[in-house]
């Protein structure tokens, strides 16, 4: 058996699969791409556009590059999606990802169908449903966090409906200096199984909690930026964490050993408040990245042999 990592081919001319936003059904002259997500086999993947609506491309099993596009028109804007972590086709009962409408409870959403198969809603103080900023599922797939005005929400997938969620408060209110204020933007749990999570705020802090935790143990010092957009993990290093922030032209690595400053920094063109989404291959030697400029993306090396970190842009449209 092969446990050999692949070797990735960066051809611009000879992109296995494409699908460009002018060719979607949609009412809006001008949409575009806001977010896009693999669920966890590659035989599908989740997007948000402009105009308002989910969809979900499948990849052909019998035409190689082919995709075939679901749409789901949504009432209002979509401030955040996840698929369920076990989504797989193979499965369809697993085939479900997490929504959060403006003005609307969570859902959770066929991907075959668009069915809503349950809700959760986030009330506030004035009773209004509050969408979540950030969506994570912890590593045993059976809670789901979501980050919103200093705190967050917790649900029991298996238990949906109302009064049935635990709220983290982050900070003690809206004009505490305590703990972290602001929306939580960003949710990320450590894939070593320990309970350990991470959330951004568009404060601009980092904070590390524990899953059967109340408060934070833990922060990250040296965090740049105008808010942080989105955390990750290296898939075969538990203590290194990636911090992705809005007008900052950098992503940066820490090491949970060292939180005081940053190990390293992936340059890219990021002077926006937009948030520009990145991933890390699963074995953890490439990070690729978008940037603000139209046009390619940026892939990102990390060189594991010199153990040091090494950026390069490689043209990829």
């Known amino acids: 058996m092969d446990t050999q990592p692949p070797v990735y081919v960066f051809d611009a001319a000879k992109p296995y699969a494409s699908l460009n936003q002018s060719s979607l059904s949609s009412s809006v002259a001008r949409n575009f791409w806001r977010s896009a997500r693999w669920c966890i086999d590659g035989s599908a993947i989740l997007s948000t556009t402009e105009d308002r609506a989910l969809r979900v491309h499948q990849l052909s099993e019998t035409t190689p590059g082919q995709l075939t596009t679901a749409a789901f028109p949504q009432p209002d804007s979509i401030v955040s999606s996840l698929w369920f972590p076990p989504a797989t086709l193979a499965s369809p009962e697993t085939f479900c990802f997490a929504a959060a409408i403006r003005d609307s409870p969570l859902k959770l959403i066929d991907g075959i169908t668009g069915v809503h198969r349950a809700s959760y809603p986030i009330v506030d103080h004035r009773e209004r449903f509050v969408a979540p900023h950030s969506l994570a599922f912890n590593t045993s797939a059976t809670k789901m966090y979501c980050g919103f005005q200093s705190a967050i929400e917790i649900f029991d997938v298996a238990n949906p409906g109302h009064g049935t969620s635990a709220r983290l408060k982050t900070s003690a209110s809206k004009a505490s200096k305590d703990g972290q204020t602001g929306i939580i933007s ?102 690729a990245s978008g940037d603000q400029v139209s046009g390619p993306s940026n892939i990102l090396h990390r060189a594991d042999s010199r153990e040091e970190w090494i950026c390069t842009s490689l043209g990829y449209q």
């Open 186 to 287: 960003a949710l990320s749990f450590n894939p070593d199984g320990s309970g350990l999570f991470a959330a951004g705020s568009y404060d601009g802090s980092v904070a590390l909690y524990q899953e059967d935790g109340r408060e934070a143990v833990g922060w990250l010092d040296g965090v740049e930026g105008g808010g942080v957009t989105q955390l990750g993990w290296h898939p075969l290093n538990s203590a290194v964490a990636f911090v992705s922030s809005r007008r900052s032209r950098a992503l940066q690595v820490f090491d949970l050993r060292y939180p005081t400053k940053p190990l390293a920094r992936l340059d890219r063109d990021g002077q926006t408040n937009q948030r520009i989404w990145f991933d890390v291959d699963p074995w953890g030697r490439w990070v």
